[in-house]
């Protein structure tokens, strides 16, 4: 992440594929414009915006109103299980130092059921040895692409397991895990008495960057995370967690010592968009739809511009990320990066999505993660040279 920014620093004109950052939708600023206009011109709005800490939950009207939100969905959820933070970033941070770590001359430990898994959690645990993960079963699926599964057989759950976690859309494939695995999981962590995180920062129901119809299900032990970044508004620093009441009430006690107060730039833009009803219509209508355009375009070059290549992308079922598998890589993918990066393009490298893994496994060097939320014209260009430079060391 720090090279990312730094080979940024140095050259602005990189051609950028990689990052995390949502794409710029004019519809969806428009939008926004408008909501913040709304909250400008009402005093009390505006008080709320800037002269008042708000709870270290979230504001309880919002959370009230969220709750309705997911009642609708047929989720028997209150405003108590409901908190807002500053970024699902910081709620994870928050929960894997809350659950993992020494406890009772144990170590416990965070289990991914699914590597590769997003590389933002690596770094945030203050111990060692927090993370632990399990490779999964590739399905080979035509010519040219192929889909992650979780690896049951090998998901073994040992008494030092403090919780399952997993980001569907999964960060960075794009894979989707099926209702039966995410039932399977919940099954698991009920017999063993843990919880179920589950990561849907680009997942349904909102931003709902999702290309199939599969909608996200209520599960008993499931924690939920969400966030308002994919949406369109990384810089408010809005992250949402959906647990049961005990969890969150450890989890606010934790972030008040941190946070003191939760931001409220993203809060009074959900309490607008939950208020007209408009948060399923600017996902459906607006977000999803802009980026399945753009993951058709990029798929259709890759397929075109690597013809002649021994190359699998992931079945892209969500996010914005094309997760590209490059079997007869010479080199590594670590080492193809950094060729890249000379060569003008920024991707990133596929093998720190694989932090939890510490055996030796082929697959963890041989993949890039493309993200395609830039112009179409930056793609085409990036694309082109990320060919030409496999072609070489293949
Ligand atoms: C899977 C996943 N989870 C969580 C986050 C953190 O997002 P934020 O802190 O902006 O809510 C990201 C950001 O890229 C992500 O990709």
Not at 225 to 253: E, M
Not at 284 to 312: C, G, M, N, T, W
Not at 324 to 347: F, R
Request: hydrophobic fraction near 45%; aromatic fraction near 10%.
């Amino acid at each position: 992440m720090q090279d990312l920014g730094d080979a940024l620093n140095e050259n602005p004109d990189i051609l950028f594929l990689g990052g995390g950052n949502p794409a710029d939708i004019p519809e969806f600023k428009a939008k926004m414009h408008s909501y913040l206009s709304n909250v400008l011109q009402s005093p009390e709005k505006l008080h709320k915006l800037l002269g008042v800490y708000q709870s270290p939950q979230g504001d309880l009207a919002v959370r009230r109103q969220l709750a309705v939100y997911f009642k609708q969905l047929g989720w028997p959820v209150s405003e108590d299980n409901l908190a807002l933070a500053n970024g699902s970033q910081s709620i994870f941070f928050a929960l894997i130092n809350m659950l993992a770590g020494q406890c009772d001359e144990q170590k416990r430990q965070l289990l991914f059921p699914m590597a590769p898994e997003y590389l933002g959690y690596a770094d945030q645990a203050l111990g060692d040895e927090y993370f632990t993960a399990v490779t999964p079963k590739i399905e080979l699926i035509g010519e040219h692409e192929f889909k992650y599964h979780i690896d049951f057989d090998k998901l073994v759950i040992s008494n030092n397991i403090a919780a399952l976690c997993i980001s569907s859309p999964a960060n960075p494939s794009g894979n989707l895990v099926s209702h039966q695995e995410l039932a399977r999981l919940d099954a698991l962590a009920e017999a063993h008495q843990i919880p179920l995180i589950i990561d849907c920062a680009y997942g349904s129901p909102f931003p709902g960057i999702v290309y199939e119809p599969q909608k996200l299900p209520w599960l008993k032990n499931a924690v939920y995370v969400f966030s308002l970044s994919k949406l369109g508004l990384p810089a408010c620093r809005t992250g949402i967690i959906l647990g049961n009441t005990k969890l969150i009430k450890d989890f606010v006690q934790a972030t008040t010592v941190m946070n003191l107060a939760t931001a409220s730039t993203g809060m009074v833009l959900l309490n607008e968009l939950l208020e007209h009803q408009a948060l399923d219509i600017v996902c459906q209508q607006i977000v999803q739809p802009y980026y399945r355009k753009k993951r058709d375009f990029i798929i259709a070059l890759i397929k075109a511009e690597f013809s002649h290549l021994d190359y699998r992308i992931h079945l892209a079922q969500g996010a914005f990320f094309i997760w590209l598998w490059l079997p007869k890589l010479k080199i590594t993918s670590s080492e193809l990066y950094q060729i890249l990066k000379q060569q003008g393009v920024l991707v990133m490298d596929g093998a720190p999505f694989f932090f939890a893994i510490k055996d030796d496994y082929a697959h963890k060097q041989q993949c890039l993660r493309l993200s395609y939320c830039q112009e179409e014209s930056v793609i085409q260009s990036a694309i082109r040279i990320i060919k030409n430079t496999v072609e070489k060391y293949y």
